[in-house]
Nanobody
Framework: QVQVVESGGGLVQAGGSLRLSCAVSGIISSISIMGWYRQAPGQQRELVATITTGGRTMYADSVKGRFAISRDNAKKMVHLQMNSLKPEDTAVYYC??????????WGQGTQVTVSS
């Protein structure tokens, strides 16, 4: 059974920083894309950032220049460094892991709240 567990959320003032981490455990074929998504109240889940095995990254326009995604393939972890946080970044952040065989796994989410 594959488990995906996020950590690092919390409450921060606007302009502050947070670092989210996601750890994958269990039996899984090789991991391909790892990513972060978020969902604000009353809104659909949206992509924040993704990173391939080789380190190629992609960001939503709203976070470019402020967020940085990274991964540790040996430890099966992915991180999201969030700087210059804004109130509109407030959401539940979810980690997503895709296996090379096409399976997709989600974590339970971690709350990020940015106060103005």
């Amino acid at each position: 059974q594959v488990q995906v567990v996020e950590s690092g959320g919390g409450l921060v003032q606007a302009g502050g920083s947070l670092r989210l981490s996601c750890a994958v455990s269990g039996i899984i074929s090789s991991i391909s894309i790892m990513g972060w998504y978020r969902q604000a109240p009353g809104q659909q889940r949206e992509l924040v950032a993704t990173i391939t095995t080789g380190g190629r990254t992609m960001y939503a326009d709203s976070v470019k220049g402020r967020f940085a995604i990274s991964r540790d393939n040996a430890k099966k972890m992915v991180h999201l460094q969030m700087n210059s946080l804004k109130p509109e970044d407030t959401a539940v952040y979810y980690c997503n892991v895709q296996s090379s065989t096409g399976w997709s796994y989600w974590g339970q989410g971690t709350q990020v709240t940015v106060s103005s």
